[in-house]
C-alpha cells in the first residue's frame, strides 16, 4: 500500500537553531513531493514541492527541503528557527500518471520552536 | 487562504440531521476537493471533482455526497451525520487547465463539525 510516514509527532527546537522535520514515502515511480504547513484555525498551505532536478528545492518562508531517492526521503529543513515557525506540518506525496487527483498526506508532525 | 471560503467555519449538529458545507473558489481552478482532517490521521480525501461535470469518489466517501454547483462552488453534505464524522473538514482546489498534475492545492480554512 502507499504511505507517507512522518517519524516524528513532535520536533522541539530551540530559536536560532537548525530544524529538520523528517518523512519517508512508500509510493511506487517517482511522485512529486510536497509540504505544507497548518497555522491553528487556518488552512493548508504551500510551502515547496520537488517536481525533478536538483535535489535541495527551496521554498516559502526559508525553508528547503532535500529530496533522497535512494532513502525514499523528503526532509524539510530550515537553517535557523523562528518561534512563529511553530506549526503543524504535513508531507505529501502524489503519485505520477494519475491524473494529478490523489495525494496522500501525512500523520503530521508538530512543530515547536522556544525562545 | 482568502482565495477559498468554507462556509460555517463551526457547527454542532445532532447524529441523524442533515448538513451541507459549502466551499467556494475564486482562483479560478478547475479541480476541487474535500477532505476530512482527524488527529493522527492527516488528511483524507472525501470527493473531487475535475469540473462541473465530473465528480468522483475518494478513499472515505460513504455517508458523504457532493455537489459541484459552479465551477467555483462545491458542497458537501452529511445526510444523516453521526458521531465518527465528527471532524476538520478542509476544501481544496487545484489548477490542472495546462494538463500539469505536479501543482499544488489551496486550502479553506476549514469547517470544524461536531456530531452529537
Redesign the interface.
Known sequence: AQSVAQPEDQVNVAEGNPLTVKCTYSVSGNPYLFWYVQYPNRGLQFLLKYITGDNLVKGSYGFEAEFNKSQTSFHLKKPSALVSDSALYFCAVRPRNTGGFKTIFGAGTRLFVKA | ?AD?TQTPRNRITKTGKRIMLECSQTKGHD?M?WYRQDP??????IY?S?DVKDI?KGEISDGYSVSRQAQAKFSLSLESAIPNQTALY?C?T?D?KQG???????????TRLTVL
Open positions: 487562504d477559498v479541480r476537493y493522527g490521521l492527516g488528511l483524507r480525501l473531487y475535475f468522483n478542509f481544496a487545484s490542472h500539469d498534475s505536479y501543482n499544488e492545492q489551496f486550502f479553506g480554512p476549514g
